[in-house]
């Protein structure tokens, strides 16, 4: 039975194959979904649980390591069912079992199991429960990256459970990080991990982080990807989250201008922006991209990384186009709060583009500076002065 100590055994499934995590999440070195059996002197406790696809071989990976034993304590440090999928059925194997989550944790856990009379311990930061000779104690850490997670710490073995945080999609058949045979491709799986699950809650990130200081940790066993030890990969990995996270300290206001255009219009009133923009802030980075133009992730980090943004759009079947609402589906919902934008385009009869627009911005609780600059067909030159205008009322708006 693979371990980490003698009184922590791994329950780990290994899905190497994995291509397409969540949806949208690239996995090209595959992943795995660990967990883990505590065996305390006195009672036994599971630490995250796996996918329901991989329910058997899941089942028959704790039968294994507990041996003649029952489990007393389930912890779900976050209930996404990547992890909380099997809990159904293991409660039904195991029926005495405790679960123990965070406050948000035991309420998603009702609704993933569909059993309202789930015996779920809340615990709150630094409650501890003991298994006799190990203990469990408990570390808030919301919105890495679920509003329920948390880390668990046995300070007997100074082993920390982070869930997700600081985890990798990667798989290799050695379960340590000390065995990583693809280091460069490893280290390329941490980053795309981060940007697609902890880039939009880069200040939790931090928070995270700070209360890992000074905490004496000899391995760091995340649910995805290799176990973290001291000597390698753990510090590496906090190191590499903290820059990731810490915010560019910049001089420069940064205000891209993203737009499409079928026939030049909405771009000649994005030049014209621009040039309004530069006119009240002279030293702002202003970039104007045309989004058929560019890579998506260039654009991407373009929009989240700004100070303040403007998108144009003409209306094409009563709407703004795809490319602009790919963009929008992009944003990083939590730092995008009360970040400025505003909206200008051509249309021809009807011009719905920039009012959905604006109600898609207000929604994701972006700031949208009205009026908007609506133009019909060609822009006149009096438009043109228009555009001007929008980007020196909106650049002033910023001081
Ligand atoms: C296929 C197509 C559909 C369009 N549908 C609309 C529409 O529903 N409402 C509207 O106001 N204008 C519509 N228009 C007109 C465009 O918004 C208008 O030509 C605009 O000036 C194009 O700006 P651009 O040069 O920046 O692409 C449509 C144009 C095309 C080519
Ligand atoms: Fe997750
Ligand atoms: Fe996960």
């Known amino acids: 039975m693979p ?16 291509r397409i995590f969540d949806i949208v999440m690239r996995t090209e070195y595959g992943t795995s979904y660990n967990s883990y059996a505590v065996l305390g002197s006195e009672k036994v406790a599971l630490i995250d649980s796996s996918h329901l696809k991989f329910l058997e071989p899941y089942l028959q990976n704790v039968e294994k390591a507990l041996g003649k034993r029952t489990p007393d304590y389930l912890v779900m440090n976050h209930n996404e069912p990547d992890h909380s999928g099997t809990v159904a059925a ?82 290799e058949p050695q379960l340590f990080d000390t065995c990583v045979s693809y280091r460069e491709a490893y280290a390329n799986s941490v980053k795309e991990y981060y940007d697609a699950i902890f880039h939009p809650f880069a200040p939790y990130v931090l928070k995270g982080l700070e209360k890992l200081e000074g905490l004496e940790v000899s391995w760091c066993a995340p649910s995805h990807g290799p176990i973290l030890t001291d ?112 909206l200008f385009g051509s249309y021809g009869w009807s011009g719905e583009a920039l009012p959905h627009l604006a109600e898609r911005l207000t929604s994701l609780k972006c700031a949208v500076f009205g009026p908007q ?27």
């Not at 509003?147 to 990667?170: Q, R, V």
């Not at 989250?241 to 000649?268: C, D, H, M, Q």
């Open 90 to 171: 293991l409660l039904e194997r195991y029926p005495s079992l405790t679960i123990i989550a965070s406050q948000a944790g035991a309420i998603y856990l009702k609704n993933i199991t569909n059993r309202a009379d789930l015996n779920i311990m809340k615990v709150h930061d630094g409650d501890e429960v003991s298994l006799g000779d190990k203990t469990l104690r408990f570390i808030n850490a919301p919105f890495l990256h679920w509003p329920d997670s948390m880390f668990t710490y046995i300070p007997e073995e100074k082993i920390l459970f982070t869930c997700d945080f600081l985890g990798a999609h990667y798989c």
């Open 3 to 18: 371990m980490i100590t003698p009184s922590v055994l791994i329950t780990s499934i290994l899905n190497p194959n994995m």
């Open 373 to 399: 600059l609506k133009v019909c067909f060609t822009p006149s030159a009096a438009d043109l002065v228009a555009a001007e205008e929008l980007g020196r009322s909106f650049a002033t708006s910023l001081l």
């Open 231 to 342: 000597t390698c990969e753990y510090e590496h990995n906090r190191e590499r989250y903290r820059k990731w996270a810490t915010p560019l300290k910049r001089t420069r206001r940064r205000i891209p201008v993203f737009y499409v255009s079928a026939y030049g219009n909405t771009e000649r009133l994005a030049t014209h922006v621009a040039r309004g923009i530069l006119a009240a802030l002279p030293d702002a980075e202003v970039t104007c991209y045309d989004l058929n133009q560019h890579d998506f992730a260039v654009l991407a980090s373009a929009l989240n990384d700004s100070d303040a943004f403007l998108v144009g759009s003409p209306t094409i079947n009563r709407d703004a186009l795809p490319p602009v609402f790919n963009l929008l589906a992009a944003i990083d919902a939590v730092t995008i709060a009360k970040r400025p934008v505003a």
